[in-house]
């Protein structure tokens, strides 16, 4: 069974991503989970799925969400139903994937374990697994050994249920060509636009219209409640500043880790590429040998013109506009070895080749040599210090995290002492709205419903020491509280008449261009002015072009043309759009048609596999407690 896992270059590639997400496994919030609420959310083949355990599922795709969006990151996604039944989807597929690895008496034991990590190249040093590499790597990334090794050991168990599958598709070549065929296809279009503001002179709101409106949507003119605190953030890097280095431990960790402060050599080197296709006449490899040392003859005698050489001649489309160049690149095999080699085997400015690989024949010239170097200690110093200090406030915060948050609640009054007891500094906000509490943390929708809660704004004592993010707790007290207010009705009176006028010239503009196009589907004159055609792709957007536009503009029926669609356009108009050409686009090259038809049998495959897990699940008497599930 392991054989099969290890042969896998998708399973390893899924194993690298877990030391590079340093949020999705591990982080303080480790040692804190452990008292959340037993109560079940779902039920599978007889084994419970704990809402504690559904807590930490969501909040680990929200560290994920947190740390691929960034500022874009909308915690509130969370909240919607159905993406939490999708969440809890998930956690029922991995509880029936581990109940079917059980039946399957699949294990994975501890000699495999360990040669499958052994072989991953983050963790090996001079093509050997090297075990300082191994627990400073993880530690960077705020892992334990324990933790990658367990998720590891659950990978390569789960694999042998879902490589066959996922991998065991079949796609037709012809289907890869009609999908590309409607991917790439191309319509002129042109456009005519029935503005609302035309309409505008058209349309009374009556006063009392306007009355109703905001009778009856008050929380639209309601100005959120506001809050001020006082908070305390407690990081590793919060803890940098207590932390010291023994000279003689930055030598120690020079000395065992010197190749970790020495750069290799890099040159730089532009070519010229006669290429050779893998199923090649041996008439046709002749021809391109024969062309290649040509050129390298020629280059030899006008080394000055080698970029103009390769513009003319190389079949490397990603160089040959620039003359060639290829940029700088040490020996690490980022180039197919013999191209390297011969790099590497001559001195600046030479002409080597022509040089064979898979790819065809390269001439190749060496237009620059940076030696490599190896720091100095003293030049080495300074990072090794800062890596140091930040892998021991790492290790500190864990210490810390248990006193933070026995400080907070013990002395609950004031944020005072916990910021003595551990050296750190309390901040004052102004006024702030719930928003602006959550991105003061971080995005951290449970910070917000924290400081927020009646406990919290009535009793003005310190919060609980809340995780916010990966190695980030904080703490904070109400020191003063703003209720919701809402708008007066003169405050916004003016705002809602202008808003009900507009959708009513909306819906004017709407009936007209409806109007419109059915005259112009049955072929006769509807008086509208279409500008001049566009040129439209289907996966492209278009200034002026909503997506809504172009969905209906590539499903018109184009058998006769021209074909007619509507659809919404800027400020509440509506714009009509005449089809008038279809542009075939032509056949794909083949490396695109091959890339394509990789991608679609990998969507096959995935759709394959989902439907064996949905086999599993309806096997498996799955129930799902839906008021547990609703619970934020």
Do not use: C
């Not at 399973?11 to 997400?21: P, S």
């Not at 680990?60 to 999708?86: C, H, I, L, W």
């Not at 009374?204 to 809050?227: C, L, M, S, T, W």
């Amino acid at each position: 069974m392991f054989d099969f896992v290890y042969r896998k270059k998708r399973m390893v590639q899924v194993i690298l991503a877990l030391i590079t997400l340093p949020f999705a496994f591990f982080g303080v919030d480790y040692y804190f989970r452990g008292g959340g609420s037993a109560s079940e959310i779902a039920r599978v083949g007889g084994e419970t799925i704990s809402q504690a355990e559904f807590a930490n599922a969501i909040s680990d795709q929200q560290d994920r969400m947190r740390q691929s969006a960034g500022k874009d990151y909308d915690p509130t996604v969370f909240s919607n139903p159905e993406v939490r039944y999708s969440m809890l989807e998930q956690l029922i597929g991995q509880r029936v994937l581990q109940q079917q690895v059980r039946r399957g008496n699949l294990r994975v034991s501890d000699a495999q374990l360990a040669q499958f990590i052994g072989e991953l190249a983050p963790f090996q040093e001079d093509g050997k697994f090297s075990r300082a590499r191994y627990e400073q790597l993880l530690i960077s990334q705020n892992m334990t050994p324990l933790a990658f090794e367990q998720r590891v050991r659950q990978e390569l168990t789960v694999a042998p249920l879902q490589e066959p599958i996922a991998n065991g598709n079949i796609t037709a070549m012809s289907n890869v060509q009609r999908y590309l065929a409607l991917l790439d296809q191309q319509r002129q279009v042109a456009v005519a636009t029935v503005p609302a503001d035309a309409y505008l002179k058209e349309v009374k709101i009556d006063d009392a219209a306007v009355r109703a409106f905001y009778d009856a949507n008050q929380g639209v003119f309601q100005v959120p409640d506001e809050v001020k605190i006082e908070y305390l953030v407690l990081t590793p890097d919060s803890l940098m500043g207590q932390i010291t280095v023994d000279p003689a431990e930055v030598k120690k960790q020079y000395d065992d880790n010197v190749k970790q402060y020495t750069k290799a050599e890099e040159r730089q080197a532009s070519h010229i590429l006669i290429a050779v296709k893998p199923d090649a006449t041996d008439a046709d490899k002749a021809a391109a040998k024969q062309k290649a040392e040509a050129l390298a003859t020629s280059a030899r005698k006008t080394p000055a013109k080698f970029a103009e050489l390769a513009k003319q001649n190389s079949q490397d489309p990603g160089s040959a506009g620039q003359g060639g160049d290829l940029g700088s690149f040490a020996r690490d095999g980022s180039m197919v070895k013999p191209f390297e080699d011969a790099v590497f085997s001559g001195k600046q400015g030479d002409i080597v080749g022509p040089v064979q690989t898979d790819f065809g024949w390269h001439i190749i010239r060496i237009t620059a040599v940076k030696p490599g170097k190896t720091q100095s200690l003293d030049e080495a110093k300074p990072q090794i210090e800062q890596d140091l200090k930040r892998q021991k406030a790492t290790r500190k915060f864990v210490e810390a995290a248990d006193q933070f948050q026995n400080l907070v609640y013990e002395q609950a009054d004031s944020l005072q002492a916990a910021a003595k007891g551990l050296n750190l500094e309390v901040k004052t906000t102004p006024m702030l709205t719930r928003a602006q509490v959550q991105a003061l943390a971080q995005n951290s929708p449970k910070f917000v419903q924290t400081v927020f809660s009646a406990e919290s704004l009535q009793a003005k004592r310190n919060t609980e020491a809340l995780e916010v993010a990966p190695n980030t707790l904080m703490a904070a007290r109400v020191i003063d509280y703003k209720p919701a207010t809402t708008r007066t009705f003169d405050d916004v009176k003016v705002d809602i008449r202008r808003q009900l006028e507009r959708n009513a010239a909306s819906e004017l503009a709407q009936k007209t261009a409806k109007e419109k196009l059915a005259l112009l589907e049955q072929g006769k004159d509807a008086g509208l002015s279409f500008g001049k055609p566009v040129t439209l792709t289907r996966n492209q957007a278009q200034p002026g072009f909503p997506p809504d536009a172009l969905i209906k503009i590539f499903q018109a029926n184009a058998s006769k043309l021209p074909a007619y669609v509507s659809a919404p356009a800027e400020r509440g108009s509506f714009s009509v759009y005449k089809v008038t050409q279809v542009v075939t686009a032509p056949a794909p090259d083949p490396e695109r048609l091959k890339a394509f038809n990789n991608r679609v049998g990998d969507q096959v495959g995935h759709e394959l596999f989902n439907a064996y897990l949905a086999s599993l699940k309806t096997k498996a008497d799955v129930t799902i407690n839906q008021a547990n599930l609703e619970k934020k």
